[in-house]
T-cell receptor, first 115, second 114 residues
Framework: DTGVSQDPRHKITKRGQNVTFRCDPISEHNRLYWYRQTLGQGPEFLTYFQNEAQLEKSRLLSDRFSAERPKGSFSTLEIQRTEQGDSAMYLC?????????????FGPGTRLTVL | AQSVSQHNHHVILSEAASLELGCNYSYGGTVNLFWYVQYPGQHLQLLLKYFSGDPLVKGIKGFEAEFIKSKFSFNLRKPSVQWSDTAEYFCAVKNYNQGGKLIFGQGTELSVKP
């Protein structure tokens, strides 16, 4: 499978615990985006990377959230001290160059449930 | 702040009926426009996109959309829906100069009865 992959697909945690999600992009895609989707809503932008540089963070990304893309390939999104309001689907999307310059390819998402 | 509005939350059609899903956005600058589809249990997939040129764009599976700049609209259409079109549809906008992030509408759930 050469698409965007995310791990884990589902995560159940207790309030106050830390969680980390991973996104593996399509090979050579230099832009990587994180979105969050809650029930009945469209995805909301969280942050994005150009290679290893984090270029923009949404106001939705509180200081409990941190994202990294250390080598410009895979990315991680960590949520510290989770709250029930963090329950959502976390989506990763990547974008390459050339003819598909403007298309973002989405992964399957990680569904987080905070109890 | 930029926003995208999809008029219908849930649409129910019979097979062979025609489909039109509304999408309006609130940004006056140069935008790129997209429709994504999410079939049950699958991830978001691109249906079609508009960058420039002919405002009538054709996508996969017989879908098309028309960009009307004066109305800030990008409505999705299909002349004859099939049961397999049952899915959630999202309209999205990208500002030309804002890093490529997509602003999504809240989605329209389409149910097609066989």
């Amino acid at each position: 499978d050469t698409g965007v992959s995310q791990d884990p697909r589902h995560k159940i945690t207790k309030r106050g615990q830390n969680v980390t999600f991973r996104c593996d992009p399509i090979s050579e895609h230099n832009r990587l985006y994180w979105y969050r989707q809650t029930l009945g809503q469209g995805p909301e932008f969280l942050t994005y990377f150009q290679n290893e540089a984090q270029l923009e963070k949404s106001r939705l990304l509180s200081d409990r959230f941190s994202a990294e893309r250390p080598k410009g390939s895979f990315s991680t999104l960590e949520i510290q001290r989770t709250e029930q309001g963090d329950s959502a689907m976390y989506l990763c999307a990547t974008r390459g160059g050339g003819a598909l310059y403007n298309e973002q390819f989405f992964g399957p998402g990680t569904r987080l449930t905070v109890l | 702040a930029q926003s995208v509005s999809q008029h219908n939350h849930h649409v129910i059609l019979s097979e062979a009926a025609s489909l039109e899903l509304g999408c309006n956005y609130s940004y006056g600058g140069t935008v790129n426009l997209f429709w994504y589809v999410q079939y049950p249990g699958q991830h978001l997939q691109l249906l079609l996109k508009y960058f420039s040129g002919d405002p009538l764009v054709k996508g996969i599976k017989g879908f098309e959309a028309e960009f009307i700049k004066s109305k800030f609209s990008f409505n999705l259409r299909k002349p004859s829906v099939q049961w397999s079109d049952t899915a959630e549809y999202f309209c999205a906008v990208k500002n030309y100069n804002q890093g490529g992030k997509l602003i999504f509408g809240q989605g329209t759930e389409l149910s097609v009865k066989p």
